[in-house]
């Protein structure tokens, strides 16, 4: 039983995380993407077209880790 509980909290843990860095690295992104529209403002559909698909890469890998996480936890 006791290594259930540390399966779970580990699981926990990782998908906490991954969370975590997602929410980082999406801040970042939009930090930047705002900066660069800033001083280029005629570029600004490129750089929302860029940020958005990059956010969307990073949520894409974190929802797959946190479901790995998961699947650890249930095994």
Known sequence: MEGLALAFMG??????????GAAIGIGRIAGQAMD???RQPEAASK???AMLISAALI????FFN???CMLIALK
């Open 11 to 20: 699981a926990g843990l990782g998908a906490g995380i991954v969370t975590w």
């Open 59 to 62: 949520e894409g890998v974190a």
């Open 36 to 38: 660069g529209i800033a």
């Open 47 to 49: 750089i929302q077209t």
């Open 66 to 68: 946190a479901v790995i």
